[in-house]
């Protein structure tokens, strides 16, 4: 019989940290979530996941490596952390080794966008494809490249920040500082503002009774034929084209798949983004790749950093 | 004695064919150029390159392969020309093929702005990289991506497309049918138009004087203190900086060249560009990638071609 790997998986949310017990096939066969105590420091967050570990043991005595991920600036390769917008304050940390030390087993990190892609390519919408892009869409627009078989990260880690590119020159102030990024127009709080401008011109909506909804509440109205909601959305998915565009023009990958919390919203972001990018193709020739939702919904990155975690033991013999 | 290989080079241009035969280093031995008759079909061209390889022949009587370039949409795993700006009404043609039976010998086909990169990769401003991006700056707006020491080309040979990034939606009409491209932006055409709107405020320039002008002209006057030059080239370098900034967060490469005829005007546009690239970044970490002057000049895409003829004959023995 061949013995059964098993990772622990780690993806460090805004909130919560989700983790799972991981097979090599990447099946989940054991899942949980614990609170993101950001402003206890590094050193706790650590302690609270080798905690969860623990609490599995009895169950599943051997785990053989960790893949840990979180949004933000990360260098894979280096497993370090230069800063992330869920954990305020963490600044320039060697996360990986210091999950390493503690739970003294080879342990990843990476980016938790790149994760996603890796999950979905190896298990999701990316299977089996030469040249892969996933977006994430969420509060933040995170993406992930996968080139041959292998997640492309350029020269310092950070490449597939998707999100950040401009389409946009002197539009809405982004949060990473700059103006007009993919995610200051398609990001969650610039759908809510867009959807909030459009009730402000005077449009009838169920949304304009309340004093506050999300994007979840914008899809939900736009399901139940709410103009303003599906005026909000279809806008929304013109610039995702753009995006997806530029994606295509410098990439021209083989599938582009879209995921994230947003992407919940489905074909009323989906279906103008597809006409969108269309329309900005530079040639016919590029209009058959592919659109197409993420599988995996949120566990996508938790099962990416899983099989990181399970290449570096392949790897690492 | 080792055997010096040689190649056949073959740039097509919209007015010139540039040719030479090139050795296994990358150094041009001879060169010559012959007019592009487009509006006379491939044959026709191929006959005139074949014509122009038998006046070398008492000099260069071994060639070993060819290694062609044209702008456009190519496919260069297939060597097949979707579309080119530079050869009107050419469609949908295996150009790569039909040089191959008439010269009796291997041939490659790809990209101008690709061969760039890979002459400059091999032989100028990407020596030694692992992630090099090079642009090059004309009448089009060009790009070529080199990932470990390979062209990266994408499912359908068509990444590296720069130019036709969308980074201001909705702005003005670029000639791919898109709007808001880069090549909208910086392309020759949009900096000459630039520069009349500022003439046609009334700004006293050399350039007012006469009826026509090129971006030689404007860069000349630049040089020599013009106002109003230097404001264009200025403008011009801001959006060339956020087409930058999406590249370094798209492929995080470990440097960046600019080439082509329009870098030419150097650092009246560079200077802006470099700062508007920073101004566009997500993170501070990222401002470390030097965007360098491309060093090969107008022979670049010859260069990179006949490396590309040269790799073949490696790689298929």
Known sequence: MVKMIKVLGVDIGGTDIKLGIVNQKGEVLHSGTIPTRAAQGPEAMVNDVLQWREGQRGDHPEITAAGIDCAGLLDGKRRWLYSSPNLSGWENIPLGEMFESRLGLPVTLDNDANC???GEYNRGAGRGTKCFVCLTLGTGVGGGVVIEGRLYRGSQGLAG???HQVILAGGPRCG???????EALIGADAIIK??????????????GERDDFTVRDIASAAREGDGAAVRSLGETGEFLGIGLANIVHLFNPE???????VAGAGDFILGPARESLRKHLMGEVLS????V??????RASLVGASFLALEKIKTEG
């Open 194 to 207: 867009r959807t909030r401008d459009i009730l402000a011109e005077g449009k009838a909506s169920v949304l």
């Open 293 to 298: 939702p993420a599988q995996l919904g949120n």
């Open 255 to 261: 599938v582009i798949a879209v995921g994230g919390g």
């Open 116 to 118: 996603a892609a890796w």
């Open 161 to 163: 920040e998707v999100g």
């Open 288 to 291: 058959g790749i592919p659109v």
């Open 176 to 182: 990473c500082g700059s103006r007009g990024c993919l």
